[in-house]
């Protein structure tokens, strides 16, 4: 008798979608109990009219945080740690991407903790060690449609000691509330909107190749997919189309829930190569697509082909393919890692780091060195073979 599947399943927070709901930021506060929240975002956003948006929720001004990279270092995650302190906050607004978001929810967890915040990533029982009571809550704003970092219970940083971006990890991390406004997006530009919306794509497809047992988020990940495919062309054409900035929102927030079943050989390599390259994420994530899929094909055909089908794709595994070539070209997505300014020469470090990469576990085959630096070679050369 075969025996049944067995798994721990975790689903996210509330969330609010729509358009001018970001107006319903203060009330939010109050019902999590936070009266003098930290705003933390990136520079850019500062610049903004976004910020402003945030702001008019309040009868007076909030403190905003700014001192966050693109790929944000531990020392941003410190610099934050100490305004909240200083500031004596209660509670953090998330509000950007997911350079943000993950900020934000790793500085209201590390501002009431005693220990090394590398102490808490994301292997094994780590989380344990955290002091749950003292971590601060977090409401999410995001401003692009892409990381579901809105929806997560993790943050990524790089380690500057060893050039490695490290996952912290804890339940609690997971934002209270999140409060979705397609209207916030509108101003994000065409490279940004291409490069995260690739990303959310990225998680959903992943997850649905994961070989783990969790059909609640294959379904989600199927019509993630689903969603991304038909709406991120539409939001670069138009960015003014409320209506697919809206279900892009929904696609990004359904790709982290999807990715609870796991991610794979995309996520493996794109993450020490945005750590020693400073590449965008979700950009990385798009390059490398076609080139990990070919290589996991003689295992994922099937659902791919079921992806295909529901997504009105014709020609199974190949067609599917072909589609993802020319919506990259279209969108103007680069065809080879070098063109992001990736070192061809540096495939054996960036092999080592994939395998021990968490999203690794997660590949439909072994991911193991070999398999790293085949897929980084070709997707350097332009091979898709």
């Known amino acids: 008798m075969t025996a049944s599947p067995q798994a721990a399943w975790s689903f996210p927070t509330a969330l609010r979608i729509g358009a001018g709901c970001i107006a319903e930021l203060a009330d939010a506060c ?17 610049q903004l009219p976004v910020i402003d948006s945030v702001q008019s929720s309040f009868a007076s001004p909030v403190l905003v945080f700014s001192d966050i990279q693109p790929n944000p270092v531990g020392a941003n995650i410190d610099a934050g740690v100490a305004a909240f302190r200083k500031g004596g906050h209660d509670g953090v607004i998330a509000v950007g ?3 943000a978001l993950d900020c934000g929810k790793v500085i209201a967890f590390q501002a009431g903790q005693t220990r090394d915040m590398w102490d808490f990533e994301d292997v094994g029982s780590n989380w344990t060690l955290a002091d749950a009571e003292a971590i601060a809550p977090v409401i999410a704003v995001p401003t692009t449609a892409g990381t579901g970092s809105e929806v997560g219970r993790a943050g990524v940083v ?17 934002p209270v509330a999140v409060l ?44 993630g997919c689903r969603l991304v495919l038909e709406h991120l062309p539409l939001v670069v054409g138009d960015p003014t189309n409320l209506v697919s900035r809206t279900q892009m929102m929904s696609a990004a927030a359904m790709g ?82 070098t063109d992001l300014g990736v070192d061809a020469g540096s495939v054996a470090t960036i092999a080592a780091a994939a ?9 439909p085959i072994e991911f193991t060195e070999e398999m790293a630096a085949e897929i980084f070679n070709n997707a350097c050369g332009g091979l898709l073979i």
């Open 158 to 174: 790089i380690d500057e000691r060893a050039t490695r971006k490290v996952i912290l990890f804890h339940p609690k991390m997971l």
């Open 180 to 223: 979705c406004d397609p209207e916030l997006t509108v101003g994000l530009p065409r490279i940004l909107t291409v490069g995260t919306g690739m990303d959310a794509l990225s998680h959903s497809l992943e997850a649905i190749c994961a070989p783990s047992y969790h059909p609640m988020a294959q379904g989600i990940g199927m019509e």
């Open 256 to 337: 982290a829930v999807a990715f609870q079943k796991g991610l794979g050989g995309m996520h493996a390599l794109a993450h020490p190569i945005g750590a020693a390259f400073d590449t965008h994420h979700g950009m990385t994530n798009a390059v490398l697509m076609p080139y990990v899929l070919q290589a996991n094909r003689r295992v994922i055909e099937p659902v791919i082909e079921r992806l295909a089908a529901y997504t009105n794709i014709a020609g199974g595994f190949d067609g599917f393919m072909n589609h993802i070539l020319e919506l990259r070209d279209s969108l103007d997505v680069p065809n080879q890692l």
């Open 97 to 99: 991407g997911g350079s």
């Open 30 to 46: 109050e019902l999590h109990g936070i009266m003098n929240p930290l705003i933390v975002t990136d520079p850019g956003l500062t």
């Open 355 to 363: 395998v021990d990469d968490p999203s690794a576990g997660g590949n």
